[in-house]
């Protein structure tokens, strides 16, 4: 695989696909961190997950090879490996397991995505909050001496755009919860003291 990928480095906010673009590659993400967001009918941006170093990506449209629906940003700068749809089926044929892991990966993501909009249904905007922070903590947390640390930097654009509210009102919770010693904010960096008080609003 090595010998067929080719490196591609994207500077922050830089978009690495758009959607209606064919799914002719897929990504495997090496350094930095990658945005994956779809734009609604109404043109309101809704971000469906944020990829870390050793995830991949792009891999729905070209297994069904169909038009991409969704767009991926760099969050940060970032440094990606892009491998060809001919050559990935090659590999497949190669190693078919990889076609088994894929499917998996592709059910799992909608299972994901599922339950991100079951939650934009029937929760609160705290409930989808709490529940957010704990999920970013699961996938980005960095314990230290106040708590854990949410090592990606969010707006609260960023944070109302994963759980489909408006920005103030994001910013207003966010500050409740503050204000309840759930969470400690600097900057674009969340740390969360309460992970159990997070847990009940959840």
């Known amino acids: ?14 978009r690495i696909y758009l959607p209606g673009e064919p799914g002719q590659s897929i990504y495997l993400l090496k350094k930095g961190v990658v945005k994956i967001s779809k734009v609604t009918l109404d043109g309101r ?19 069904g ?10 969050h940060s700068d970032l440094l ?49 909050l709490a529940s957010l922070l704990l999920e970013l903590g699961r ?3 960095e314990p230290n001496g106040n708590g854990v640390k949410i090592n990606l930097p969010l707006t609260h654009q960023d944070l109302a755009n994963l759980i489909g509210a408006a920005r103030q009102t994001v910013t207003e919770t966010l500050h409740t919860f503050k204000s309840h010693g759930l969470i400690e904010m600097t900057g674009k960096w969340i740390t969360f003291k309460n992970p159990e008080g997070l847990k009940n609003l959840a």
């Open 139 to 141: 996938e980005f947390g």
């Open 1 to 14: 695989m090595a010998k067929m990928v080719i490196e591609k480095s994207f500077r922050k906010k830089e």
């Open 65 to 74: 090879e169909t038009a991409r629906d969704t767009q991926a940003e760099a």
């Open 45 to 63: 941006e809704l971000t469906l997950a944020f990829l870390k170093p050793g995830e991949i990506f792009g891999e729905l449209e070209v297994m």
């Open 80 to 128: 990606i490996c892009v491998l060809r749809r001919e050559n990935l089926m090659q590999i497949m044929e190669m190693k078919p397991k990889l076609g088994i892991q894929l499917s998996k990966l592709i059910g799992f993501r909608r299972k994901v995505i599922e339950n991100r909009l079951e939650n934009l249904i029937f929760r609160s905007i705290s409930q989808r």
